[in-house]
C-alpha cells in the first residue's frame, strides 16, 4: 500500500505503507544512529515526533529485547529501506510486524537523504503520515492542520502513574520520571542503588520526606517550559540540598529552576555519535543524544554554575556544575542506549560518589 509523508512546507513524499495505516501528525525529526532502532522506537523523549532514520538499511537485525520502556512512543516512522529478512540470535520477529502491533504508522521507500537535507536547511518541521491518496493530491487542504500541530504536554504521557521500588542494597536514589529511558534505572541499579521512580509531577516535598541520598531527574520530551508545575518542584528540590544528577529534559529543567533559560535547535541532536568536550580536562567523549531544546550558555549564572561540557560541533551547552550546590547536569545520555558508552561510568560512577558511595 502506498503511503504519503507532507511537509508543513508542502513537500510531498511517496512511499510505501509500513505499520499502522492510520493518519498521523507529528513533529518530523532524524536521528544518525546506524543501530539501536528499537531503542529508539520505545524512547519516551520521541512522545510526539516522527522519527527519520538516515541510516539506509533499517531492521537488519530484527526486534530485540533492548526496548526502553513497554511500548513504542515515536507518532510516526520513516525509512528509506526495511529489512525483510532478518538475521540475529537475538531477533524475535520483524521490525515491520513491531511497528503494527504498536499501531504506529511509517513510510519507506522515499528518499531519506533528501528529506534529511531539508530538515536540516530550513529546520524541523511538522509532517502527516497518510494512506490517504485523496489527501496527498491536494495537500495545501492539510498545510493548516499540520503547521498547527504541538507536540503538547507529553510528560504527563510518558511518566509513571504511581511509585515503583526497585530494591537494591546501596544508595536510595530518588528517581523523578519526566520519560525515563530503562536503562537509566538499570545503571543505577547495576551500581547497587534502591531505586524509587516518582511520577513527573510528585511534589518536592514527598520526595525530600523520603530521605533520598541522591535524586536523579531524567530524560523526556518535549519543550522544558511547558512544565511550569515541575520547574517550581525542583527549585526546591535543588534548595534542599541533596545531590542531584540529571539527564537530558531534567538538565534543562535544572537550568531554568536557577535562572537560566533555554531554546529549540534548528533541527536538534539526535543520534549515537555527538562529540561532547569537557572544558577541564579537555577531554572528548562520543555520547549518545536525543533533544530538540538546548540551555542557552549565556544565560547561566555565574555565581551559582558554570558550563562544563560543550558540543564539539556547534558549541552549544552539554552540562552544568553547580557551585553552590552538590548538582551536576548533562545534556547528553550517559546510560547510552543507543550509542557508545565513553561517559557511563564515569557519569554514574560520579553521581555515587556525590552521595558519598
Not at 108 to 131: E, F
Not at 138 to 162: P, R, T, W
Not at 309 to 321: M, P, R
Amino acid at each position: 500500500m502506498k503511503a504519503y509523508l507532507i511537509l508543513s512546507d508542502g513537500t510531498v513524499f511517496t512511499g510505501e505503507s509500513i505499520g499502522s495505516e492510520k493518519t498521523v501528525i507529528c513533529e518530523a525529526v532524524f536521528n544518525t544512529s546506524m543501530t539501536g532502532y528499537i531503542e529508539v522506537l520505545t524512547d519516551p523523549s520521541y512522545a510526539g515526533q516522527g522519527v527519520l532514520m538516515t541510516y539506509p538499511l533499517i531492521g537488519n537485525y530484527g526486534v530485540t529485547p533492548d526496548m526502553e520502556s513497554d511500548r513504542a512512543w515515536a507518532s510516526g516512522y520513516i525509512v528509506r529501506e526495511l529489512s525483510r529478512l532478518p538475521s540475529n540470535f537475538r531477533s524475535t520477529g520483524r521490525i515491520q510486524d513491531f511497528l503494527k502491533e504498536q499501531d504506529v504508522p511509517g513510510i519507506a521507500g522515499i528518499d531519506t537523504r533528501r528529506l534529511t537535507k531539508i530538515l536540516r536547511d530550513k529546520g524541523t518541521q511538522n509532517c502527516m503520515i497518510t494512506t490517504d491518496e485523496s489527501i496527498a493530491k491536494d495537500a495545501s487542504k492539510v498545510l493548516d492542520e499540520i503547521k498547527a500541530y504541538k507536540v503538547g504536554e507529553v510528560v504527563k504521557q510518558v511518566s509513571v502513574d504511581e511509585r515503583q521500588v526497585l530494591p537494591g542494597p546501596g544508595k536510595k536514589v530518588a528517581l523523578l520520571d519526566l520519560g525515563a529511558k530503562r536503562h537509566i534505572h538499570i545503571e543505577l541499579n547495576k551500581r547497587g542503588c534502591e531505586v524509587t521512580i516518582y511520577p513527573a509531577f510528585t511534589k518536592a516535598e514527598e520526595i525530600i520526606a523520603d530521605k533520598p541520598d541522591g535524586i536523579m531527574l531524567t530524560n523526556g520530551p518535549g519543550d522544558p517550559k511547558a512544565v511550569p508545575e515541575i520547574i517550581e518542584e525542583i527549585k526546591k528540590l535543588y534548595d534542599s540540598g541533596i545531590p542531584i544528577f540529571a539527564i537530558c529534559l531534567g538538565h534543562q529543567l535544572m537550568a531554568l529552576a536557577t535562572g537560566a533559560d533555554t531554546h529549540k535547535l534548528k533541527y536538534g541532536h539526535r543520534g549515537g555519535n555527538h562529540p561532547v568536550k569537557d572544558l577541564k580536562t579537555g577531554h572528548v567523549y562520543i555520547t549518545s543524544q536525543n533533544h530538540g531544546y538546548v540551555v542557552d550558555e549565556s544565560t547561566i549564572d555565574p555565581s551559582i554554575a558554570e558550563s562544563a561540557y560543550i558540543n564539539v560541533n556547534d558549541k552549544t551547552n552539554e552540562g552544568i556544575v553547580y557551585k553552590k550546590k552538590n548538582v551536576v547536569t548533562v545534556q547528553f545520555h550517559p546510560e547510552a542506549c543507543p550509542g557508545p558508552h565513553d561517559s557511563d561510568d564515569l557519569f554514574f560512577n560520579r553521581f555515587l560518589n556525590m552521595m558519598g558511595a
